[in-house]
């Protein structure tokens, strides 16, 4: 499976941006898709996942409220919309999937990465 991130760019405190993951390959319907992001200088973090059909999201509590994970898995993508973004938001997002039904926040459960896309939020 490879995943491609793609939707970053620079938006101003306040605004917003859709990111997309688009995996290609095995088809990613029966995966965890989650999002995680990494700072300079900081460690890998989690932000969100979905599970396979939908129904159960989880956030990280930094961005509850503000981010929303949604799939289509008809269109074999998963996205993650960003509202409200704060400076402290900038980072590069990876989207990754797990081949399990079970939640998990922890970076070393995912089995697949996308390459990322930098998102940076001015202030």
């Known amino acids: 499976v490879q995943l491609q991130a793609s939707g970053g760019g620079l938006v101003q405190a306040g605004g917003s941006l859709r990111l997309s993951c688009a995996p290609s390959?095995?088809?990613?319907?029966?995966?965890?898709m989650g999002w995680f992001r990494q700072a300079p200088e900081k460690e890998r973090e989690f932000v969100s996942a979905?599970?396979?059909?939908?129904?159960?999201?989880y956030y990280a509590d930094s961005v509850k409220g503000r981010f929303t994970i949604s799939r289509d898995n008809a269109k074999n993508t998963v996205y993650l919309q960003m509202n409200s973004l704060k400076p402290e938001d900038s980072a590069v997002y990876y989207c990754?999937?797990?081949?399990?039904?079970?939640?998990?926040?922890?970076?070393?459960?995912?089995?697949?990465w996308g390459q990322g896309t930098e998102v940076t939020v001015s202030s």
């Open positions: 990754a999937s797990r081949s399990s039904y079970v939640f998990s926040k922890s970076a070393i459960q995912y089995n697949y």
């Open positions: 390959g095995r088809a990613f319907s029966r995966y965890i």
């Open positions: 979905i599970s396979w059909s939908g129904d159960s999201t």
